[in-house]
């Protein structure tokens, strides 16, 4: 599991917009799990491609940005978002950091829809399945992080396990999106091979990616000046 090498000294609950998304997160997970048939909430609010392109329930575009499969799934977002969105905020302030998150949770999703009408044969089967989780906004938040901070320092464990290793930011980032790219492409021959929507993985990296690019080209680097208290 991925860690900060170095505290970056940005104080996280000053990030207003970061602890109410997490916080949000963790609600609406509680909630799922007061269900008691434990699909109510999936079947309303959850995002399916076939709805959308019939025009139905287009609110789940936001709500399944909010809403696990389990406790695993949430504890690993979870996790990464507060690793890399204070960094995020910070720098871009609230309004455009808010903005970037729900854009490229849209992305993500859109993406996804859209990859079921390439998948041949299966596409339409897949366009029936629920989809849900943060994991497209948080990827869109990868691609920030990779273009304003790709100097900073990452600790994972090392192939054995039994140590961590230091690595770039950018290093870390730009692996895991072409193993994410690489899984999406290889879902198109064959579908069923992994639950994740690799496709919404991919789609919100790139919104993210280029909303931050093109921030970066307005400011420079102003952002890595601003009080971090």
């Excluded at 048939?37 to 329930?57: D, L, R």
């Excluded at 504890?75 to 890399?84: A, L, Q, T, V």
């Excluded at 930011?169 to 895991?176: L, P, R, S």
Aim: charged share 10%.
């Amino acid at each position: 599991m991925v860690i900060e090498a170095e505290s970056d000294k940005i104080p996280f609950f000053k990030q207003y917009f970061s602890v109410a998304i997490l916080v949000a997160n963790v609600i609406v997970f509680i909630w799922q799990l007061l269900d008691p048939t434990g699909q109510m909430q999936i079947e309303n609010y959850a995002f399916v491609p076939a709805e959308f392109f019939a025009g139905q329930k287009l609110w789940t575009l936001i709500t399944s940005m909010f809403m696990h499969g389990d406790i695993v799934h949430i504890i690993m977002n979870m996790w990464f978002f507060i690793i890399i969105t204070d960094n995020c905020e910070h720098a871009m302030g609230h309004v455009l950091y808010f903005i970037t998150y729900l854009v490229s949770g849209l992305c993500g999703s859109l993406l996804h829809a859209l990859s079921t009408l390439i998948i041949p044969v299966w596409g339409p089967i897949l366009a029936d399945i629920p989809s849900l989780g943060a994991s497209g906004a948080i990827f869109g938040l990868m691609g920030v992080y990779l273009i304003l901070y790709p100097g900073n320092k990452f600790y994972l464990p090392s192939a054995t396990g039994t140590s961590m290793r230091k690595v770039s930011a950018g290093y870390f980032i730009i692996t895991y999106f072409i193993a994410e790219l690489s899984y999406a492409i290889y879902s198109i021959y064959a579908p069923f091979g992994s639950q994740t929507a690799h496709f919404a993985h991919v789609g919100g990296f790139i919104a993210g990616a280029i909303i931050a690019g093109i921030f970066k080209g307005v400011k420079g680097t102003s952002y890595k000046k601003k009080p971090k208290s």
